[in-house]
């Protein structure tokens, strides 16, 4: 049983940054493709970044390309988003999510193409 737990949401003024983290489990399979998505209240759940496990090949929303920074060490199981220059309108539960399958799939950007999820941590970007 994969399990995924993020860390590193809160308060934050608009341009400001922020860095989450999410634990894998130990169990979780080697070479599963990692990715952030979030909600914000009311709307559907969208793809953020993902990063292939072994590849290091990374992929981004155009809305937080130039700004996000997704990266892992695979020693630790342990995916990190960097955000910078946040803004009010990305306000919403951000999720690490997990999938054995291809990096290179329009299912990596699909919330399900996703078998393994995290409960979310909360961002709120104030202006």
């Known amino acids: 049983q994969v399990q995924l737990v993020e860390s590193g949401g809160g308060l934050v003024q608009a341009g400001g940054s922020l860095t989450l983290s999410c634990a894998a489990s130990e169990r979780t399979a080697s070479g599963f493709v990692m990715a952030w998505f979030r909600q914000a209240s009311g709307k559907e759940r969208e793809f953020v970044a993902g990063i292939s496990w072994y590849g290091q090949t990374t992929d981004y929303a155009d809305s937080v390309k130039g700004r996000f920074t997704i990266s892992k060490e695979s020693a630790k199981l342990t995916v990190t988003l960097q955000m910078n220059n946040l803004k009010p309108n990305e306000t919403a539960r951000y999720y690490c999510?997990?999938?054995?399958?291809?990096?290179?799939?329009?299912?990596?950007?699909?919330?399900?193409?996703?078998?393994?999820w995290g409960q979310g941590t909360q961002v709120t970007v104030s202006s």
């Open positions: 999510a997990a999938r054995d399958g291809p990096f290179l799939d329009p299912l990596a950007r699909r919330p399900h193409g996703y078998a393994y």
